[in-house]
């Protein structure tokens, strides 16, 4: 592997690339001002878009069950609430399963390399679900399994976001990762927002759902050819499985992620299961019909959440992370409590007012809790800093982020199997809201006296 060579004995920051084959580049330093100004900067937002789109396509293939479940009916299927909520649910524990492999394999094969393969993967659940949902009489296990398989597209977001901390400069990283981060949660939204509109533009109802799988397969295609053209390999890239080992014996690991599952969980579970409640709890606007094709409001919710994101992270910036966690926290509490009385108002206008609030706070607190990870790593290296055996700071808290990310979707799995029990065993969702708001009022307690109230295991910072 080259070196980075100084132009002169004097100039020893310089940087000087060296290009090899299949893209790959030796001597990244993003860290130099003029390398960065002269050149860095441009690559590194070429591979931050091609990024953004494939990890945009993945959240869509990872969520593309929460809306196809709301329309197999109409197309001839007959399921249980246990098994529409199943087929919701388990691609978000595959998928978060995933993030923990496609954390380090940008390391092991190039960013480029494996935003390639990680592209290509999406085409099987894809293609699968163009195939299985043609037939009703297609078994159960089968559906779940190609539910199962598009899992694929929630372990993307590990993988791209690894590789895009190795672009940026640290000045930079935030920017550049909730960018990366708020591309990829919008596909939600989009994939709530367009099958609806696309399997219904003719009266061939059942024949149409195909294209809920097909559609997006020109467009994986597209960012498999962008990331092959555009994407390139640093061999600066280097798994730190010491700095993840390192991480995972820190409590302060657990704790955040616990906070991570309160919030990003509840934004990627709410967002998978709301076309569900909506048919259920309010079938009469589950769809509006503008001419020949459907619209489903459920596309709102995350795309609200999904905007709400960057500025929980510039509010932490400026408020502090424990103080817009608790904010965030609160409005959830109240989002929630609203949601009970709601549901006894039968009124679709305050269930969705509610809901939205609810996102809103859930995408709020996303940015915010994953904010206060690198704060919350470097006072706990402020306050053990006569370790000298002791991993860094900055290398245990670049991998909890990607460890955190992982553990927080399982919060994706978990909302809707709660909202599945209580619809079962009560014939209402009422009491998994209730729950919900236990969970929180608990986990804002956590934050106040864990982050907020200065404590010596964190160098007496509030976070």
């Known amino acids: 592997m080259s070196q980075t060579i100084g132009r002169s004995s004097v100039d020893t920051s310089a940087v000087t690339l060296t290009r090899r084959p299949g893209r790959w580049i030796d001597g990244w330093n993003p860290e130099d001002a003029t390398f960065w100004a002269s050149e860095g900067k441009t690559i590194a937002r070429r591979n931050l878009g091609w990024s953004i789109f494939a990890e945009f396509l993945g959240f869509i293939i990872w969520q593309l069950w929460s809306i196809v479940v709301v329309l197999l009916p109409a197309a001839g299927f007959t399921l249980s609430t246990t098994e529409s909520f199943w087929l919701i649910s388990l691609p978000s524990l595959v998928g978060a399963t995933l993030r923990f492999p496609y954390t380090f394999l940008v390391a092991r094969f190039g960013g480029r390399n494996w935003t390639i393969v990680s592209a290509l993967l999406l085409l099987i659940p894809a293609i699968l679900l163009g195939v299985v949902v043609q037939d009703p009489e297609t078994p159960f296990g089968v559906l779940l399994v190609v539910a199962a398989l598009a899992g694929f597209g929630g372990g993307n977001f590990a993988s791209s976001m690894a590789n895009i901390t190795y672009f940026f400069p640290q000045k930079e990283k935030g920017w550049a990762l909730g960018l990366n981060a708020a591309g990829g949660n919008l596909g939600t939204s989009v994939a709530q927002l367009a099958v609806p509109i696309v399997v219904s533009v003719t009266a061939a109802f059942t024949v149409n759902l195909s294209l809920a799988g097909w559609m997006w397969v020109p467009l994986i295609l597209v960012a498999v050819w962008g990331a092959w053209r555009y994407m390139d390999n640093l061999s600066s890239a280097k798994a730190d499985f010491a700095g993840a080992a390192a991480a995972l014996r820190e409590p302060h690991l657990w704790v955040l992620s616990l906070l991570y599952i309160g919030t990003f969980g509840s934004f990627i579970g709410f967002s998978s299961v709301f076309p569900k409640l909506i048919a259920d709890t309010f079938p009469e606007f589950s769809t509006f019909q503008i001419g020949s094709a459907s619209l489903s409001l459920s596309f709102l919710g995350a795309l609200v959440g999904s905007l709400a994101r960057p500025y929980g992270g510039k509010l932490a910036d400026r408020f502090g992370g424990a103080r817009m966690t608790i904010a965030a926290f609160s409005l959830m509490i109240v ?84 909202l599945a029990a209580a619809k079962s065993g009560t014939g209402s969702y009422a009491p998994a809201f209730g729950g919900f708001v236990a969970a929180y009022v608990v986990l804002l307690l956590i934050t106040v006296f864990v982050y907020l109230i200065p404590r010596a295991s964190l160098a007496g910072h509030r976070i």
């Open 335 to 418: 989002g929630a409590l609203s949601l009970l009385v709601t549901l006894q108002a039968n009124s679709f206008a305050l269930f969705l007012g509610c809901f939205l609030l609810l996102f809103i706070a859930a995408g709020v607190g996303n940015g915010a809790t994953y904010r206060m990870i690198p704060n919350v790593f470097a006072a706990r290296g402020a306050a053990t800093a006569g370790d000298a055996l002791a991993v860094s700071t900055q290398r245990k808290g670049a991998a909890a982020l990607g460890l955190i990310s992982a553990i927080g979707a399982y919060g994706g799995f978990v909302i809707p199997q709660v």
